[in-house]
């Protein structure tokens, strides 16, 4: 029998989702290169203004016309939540693991179903709820902060969670009428502007090492927050969210590969926990859940 136009939809979905889970889970590594040597403000404005090159081919080709928008506040509203989130989001990859880094970090998955059923109406199903539980537990099996859960780390890395979720959750609004090119764009665009002020009084000549690290921390992030846009486009944020776990995952390897950061038991059943939040999220089970 023919798979349903929709659950190819999902399947193309959970596929792009993995790519960017993948690609970000890089640019971590190129963020804890730089944050050695550079500020936390410089490396937000080199990542968002290095996005910006990404989009020249399509500007010579299609013209200016292509980036105009109707809805510019809420690209505006993704941007500026999306640049508090980064900035937390740095600073935690400068001062922890990076597979902690990015726990709490993409722990934003438990947000997304409640987010998206208040503002989108989207429906949530029992197994995208019992992905969420099973998601969280495996956060906190995995990170557990040495000096607990309520300390100014996890204050910040959570606060960074939850404005990502919402960030997620505005990207899945803004493709009903826009490409997944231009809410890219938009995103890096203003938070060149914004994150700038900041960055102009920490300016200094940089190493072609230093540049070479945020260069490709930008390339990364931004070819990342395509392929993620592409996936939302496909289908609803709550149904897809829990695959952001995976960059965890990633992170635990590069983390390993690079810095010689072991993954304890605890870690090791935090990541079996991710993967089964990951497979509730499998067509086949959404199917049934529906």
């Excluded at 968002?48 to 928008?69: A, M, R, S, Y």
């Excluded at 099996?141 to 404005?163: E, H, R, T």
């Excluded at 009428?177 to 809410?183: F, G, L």
């Excluded at 890219?184 to 230093?210: A, D, H, K």
Aim: proline residues 5%.
């Amino acid at each position: 029998m023919p798979i349903p136009k929709s659950n190819i939809n999902l399947i193309k979905a959970l596929s792009f989702l993995t790519c960017s889970a993948f690609l970000f889970s890089l640019m971590g590594v190129c963020i804890r290169y730089a944050s050695q040597t550079v500020d936390n403000p410089t490396i937000v404005f080199f990542r968002n203004f290095v996005g910006l090159f990404i989009f020249l081919p399509l500007i010579f080709t299609k013209g200016i016309d292509f980036f105009k928008t109707e809805k510019i506040w809420m690209h505006s509203w993704r941007a500026v939540i999306g640049l508090i989130a980064m900035y937390g989001f740095f600073y935690a990859i400068a001062h922890l693991k990076l597979s902690n880094a990015m726990v709490f970090t993409y722990s934003s998955p438990i947000f997304i179903p409640l987010i998206a059923w208040l503002f989108l109406k989207e429906k949530i199903t029992r197994s995208m709820l019992i992905a969420a539980a099973i998601g969280l537990a495996g956060v906190i099996l995995v990170a557990k902060p040495d000096a607990g859960m309520f300390n100014q780390m996890s204050v910040i890395g959570l606060g960074a969670s939850f404005l990502a979720a919402m960030a997620f959750v505005t990207v899945r609004a803004l493709t009903r009428t826009e490409s997944p090119e231009k809410i890219v764009f938009y995103f890096c665009f203003i938070g060149t502007l914004i994150s700038m002020i900041p960055m102009f009084w920490l300016w200094r000549p940089y190493s072609w090492t230093e540049l070479g690290f945020l260069i490709g921390a930008g390339l990364l992030a931004n070819i990342s927050q395509i392929f993620m846009s592409n996936a939302y486009k496909l289908a609803p944020a709550g149904q897809i969210g829990p695959v952001n776990y995976i960059a965890i995952i990633f992170a635990g390897i590069w983390g390993f590969i690079f810095w010689q950061e072991t993954p304890d038991h605890y870690s090791l059943m935090g990541f079996g926990l991710i993967l089964s939040a990951i497979i509730l999220c499998s067509p086949l089970i959404q199917k049934r859940s529906a």
